[in-house]
Structure formats: structure tokens, C-alpha cells
């Protein structure tokens, strides 16, 4: 056996061609089953030739099969097996978006303590930094004043030696010039007494710093969203099978599916709702307490809308 061969795919009946051969034998029509389901007859005919919307729910999908299956007396679990063999899937998985809500609230929530941790470190680095340059500007003081000290002593003792000298009859001249010695030191005091006014200029710009960080992380950990929603009611009442898809203005699926002959459904979300009815001539709507004129919607058509509508 060539590869060729062994590539060939097996011909696998599919559960629309079941349906459609169980259908010719009772003698009905695309139409009959279409108005029987309340669906359409493009719908009918996609189902009979195994072509299916990829926009459309495996669940969906399913459950008209199922409904077309009790039409032309076809056991359901045929139809099921052959559309599990036929698509390779035995089930879809299930819709958790409230579960994906919180998992995403969930990863926003751990990158906003990262950050808040971030600006933590910032300022207890920020806190040493400025403890170290203090406890350097008070001994940098402390040396300068060491050094002053004996100098000025130096120099009121030198003072106090020439006021005591004895007048030998030569005249003192007061406007002689300092010597080298004198210039030295008078230079390194100057140099001192500089760096320790820029050492504590550098200090206070640090502690402007660290305030303004501090305010930060206060913006930051009380900049928390609010978003309250105002919950609408509606209720649904089904005189007849109906397909059905509900929305509210989130975005959220709040119902869909098949909906059963004498339902009664109550749901509520945010207003507006984008309602889709496959047949709108079957069911009866009430808005917040309030009947839903449905009369405007043609029978046997499916329909589309928002609610509440548009004034």
C-alpha cells in the first residue's frame, strides 16, 4: 500500500445526509422542517449538506440537529454520534467568561502590587541613601569645627603675643601682608566650610525627593476605578420552541439556545440587551415590568433588535 493510499480520507456519512434521506422518505420538504423548527430554510439546507457557520456554537449546532432528528423520526444519539465523528469533537467547552473576568482582574490586580512594591523599594533606598549622606554631612561638621577651633585660638594667641611686645622705639607696621602659613590655612578652612553647605544643599533635594515619591504611592494605591451598573429585568415567555441569543450592553451572553415550548425565563444585566429571536412571533417579552410590543416582527422570520427600543 502506497502513501498516497493511505492518505485518502474514509468517507464518513455525516449526520446532515442522515436527516435529509430520512426526510425524502416521509415526503416533506426543506420548507416543512424550517417552519416546523421555526429556522430558516438556508439554515435547514447548511445543516442537510454538513456545512456549518463557524460563528454559530457547537451547542447551538447540536440542538438543531436534535430538534431535525425528532422531525423525521431519527434516533438523537445517531445524529450526535455522527456529527462527533464526523467534526472529531465530542463536546465544546464551556463558556466561563466570568471566570476569564476574574482571571484577568486577577493579572491586572498582581501588576498594580508589583508596581506599588516597586515604588516601596524606591523609597526605602531612597530613606538609606539619605540616613547614610546625613550621617556623613554631621561628621564632615564635626571635623570642620575641630580644625577652626585650634586655628582661631592659634590666632587670638598670636594676637595677644604682639599687643604685650615692648615699644622699643621702631614703629609697627599694621599693614603688613600674611604669610604663606596664614594663606594655607585660611584656604582650607574656605574649602571646608563650602563642601559642608553643599552637602547639606544635596541633603535637602533628597528630601524633596523622597516626599514627592511618598505622595506618589498614595495617588497610586487610592486611584481605584468604580463602575456601578444599573440592573434591568426582562422576561421572557416562549409559546413555542425558539432559538434565542441575549446580550446585555457588557458584552456578556446572559442567554442563549433553544428555549422550550411554556417557558418562562427572567434574566436581568445592563441595559441595552441585543436580542436575537429566530421566531419573535412565539415569545412575549416584558421590559422592567412593561409588555414589549412584538407585532412589528414579521412570523416565520427570524429577527434581530435592541431593547429597549429606539424612541
Same mark, same amino acid.
Given at each position: 500500500?502506497?502513501?498516497?493510499?493511505?492518505?485518502?480520507?474514509?468517507?464518513?456519512?455525516?449526520?446532515?445526509?442522515?436527516?435529509?434521506?430520512?426526510?425524502?422518505?416521509?415526503?416533506?420538504?426543506?420548507?416543512?422542517?424550517?417552519?416546523?423548527?421555526?429556522?430558516?430554510?438556508?439554515?435547514?439546507?447548511?445543516?442537510?449538506?454538513?456545512?456549518?457557520?463557524?460563528?454559530?456554537?457547537?451547542?447551538?449546532?447540536?440542538?438543531?440537529?436534535?430538534?431535525?432528528?425528532?422531525?423525521?423520526?431519527?434516533?438523537?444519539?445517531?445524529?450526535?454520534?455522527?456529527?462527533?465523528?464526523?467534526?472529531?469533537?465530542?463536546?465544546?467547552?464551556?463558556?466561563?467568561?466570568?471566570?476569564?473576568?476574574?482571571?484577568?482582574?486577577?493579572?491586572?490586580?498582581?501588576?498594580?502590587?508589583?508596581?506599588?512594591?516597586?515604588?516601596?523599594?524606591?523609597?526605602?533606598?531612597?530613606?538609606?541613601?539619605?540616613?547614610?549622606?546625613?550621617?556623613?554631612?554631621?561628621?564632615?561638621?564635626?571635623?570642620?569645627?575641630?580644625? @577652626? =577651633?585650634?586655628?582661631?585660638?592659634?590666632?587670638?594667641?598670636?594676637? +595677644?603675643? &604682639?599687643?604685650?611686645? /615692648?615699644? !622699643?622705639?621702631? *614703629?609697627?607696621?599694621?599693614?603688613?601682608?600674611?604669610?604663606?602659613?596664614?594663606?594655607?590655612?585660611?584656604?582650607?578652612?574656605?574649602?571646608?566650610?563650602?563642601?559642608?553647605?553643599?552637602?547639606?544643599?544635596?541633603?535637602?533635594?533628597?528630601?524633596?525627593? @523622597? =516626599?514627592?515619591?511618598?505622595?506618589?504611592?498614595?495617588?497610586?494605591? +487610592?486611584? &481605584?476605578?468604580?463602575? /456601578?451598573? !444599573?440592573?434591568? *429585568?426582562?422576561?421572557?415567555?416562549?409559546?413555542?420552541?425558539?432559538?434565542?441569543?441575549?446580550?446585555?450592553?457588557?458584552?456578556?451572553?446572559?442567554?442563549?439556545?433553544?428555549?422550550?415550548?411554556?417557558?418562562?425565563?427572567?434574566?436581568?444585566?445592563?441595559?441595552?440587551?441585543?436580542?436575537?429571536?429566530?421566531?419573535?412571533?412565539?415569545?412575549?417579552?416584558?421590559?422592567?415590568?412593561?409588555?414589549?410590543?412584538?407585532?412589528?416582527?414579521?412570523?416565520?422570520?427570524?429577527?434581530?433588535?435592541?431593547?429597549?427600543?429606539?424612541?
Amino acid at each position: 500500500m502506497t502513501v498516497e493510499q493511505q492518505e485518502q480520507p474514509v468517507n464518513v456519512k455525516g449526520p446532515g445526509a442522515i436527516l435529509k434521506e430520512a426526510r425524502d422518505k416521509l415526503g416533506l420538504k426543506s420548507l416543512d422542517i424550517a417552519n416546523k423548527l421555526h429556522l430558516k430554510v438556508n439554515i435547514i439546507e447548511s445543516i442537510e449538506s454538513d456545512e456549518y457557520d463557524p460563528k454559530i456554537s457547537m451547542t447551538f449546532i447540536k440542538g438543531y440537529l436534535k430538534l431535525y432528528a425528532k422531525q423525521v423520526n431519527v434516533d438523537e444519539q445517531v445524529i450526535v454520534e455522527a456529527f462527533a465523528s464526523q467534526t472529531e469533537i465530542e463536546k465544546e467547552p464551556a463558556k466561563l467568561q466570568s471566570f476569564s473576568k476574574r482571571v484577568a482582574k486577577q493579572a491586572s490586580d498582581d501588576r498594580l502590587m508589583l508596581i506599588t512594591y516597586g515604588i516601596i523599594a524606591a523609597l526605602l533606598a531612597l530613606v538609606v541613601i539619605w540616613w547614610l549622606q546625613q550621617d556623613s554631612t554631621d561628621n564632615t561638621n564635626t571635623e570642620t569645627n575641630q580644625l @577652626a =577651633e585650634p586655628i582661631a585660638e592659634q590666632v587670638a594667641t598670636d594676637i +595677644t603675643t &604682639e599687643d604685650n611686645l /615692648p615699644d !622699643n622705639g621702631l *614703629e609697627t607696621d599694621l599693614s603688613e601682608e600674611p604669610t604663606a602659613d596664614d594663606l594655607i590655612i585660611s584656604a582650607q578652612i574656605s574649602e571646608e566650610v563650602d563642601n559642608a553647605s553643599e552637602q547639606n544643599e544635596i541633603n535637602e533635594d533628597d528630601s524633596v525627593v @523622597a =516626599e514627592l515619591a511618598q505622595q506618589t504611592d498614595v495617588e497610586i494605591a +487610592t486611584d &481605584e476605578p468604580q463602575n /456601578p451598573a !444599573n440592573q434591568i *429585568e426582562l422576561v421572557f415567555e416562549f409559546s413555542d420552541n425558539c432559538w434565542m441569543n441575549l446580550k446585555d450592553a457588557t458584552g456578556e451572553a446572559i442567554a442563549y439556545g433553544v428555549k422550550k415550548q411554556g417557558r418562562v425565563m427572567t434574566v436581568s444585566g445592563v441595559a441595552p440587551f441585543e436580542v436575537t429571536l429566530g421566531a419573535p412571533s412565539v415569545v412575549q417579552i416584558r421590559y422592567d415590568g412593561v409588555l414589549v410590543d412584538m407585532s412589528r416582527f414579521e412570523a416565520g422570520k427570524s429577527a434581530k433588535f435592541s431593547l429597549p427600543f429606539a424612541s
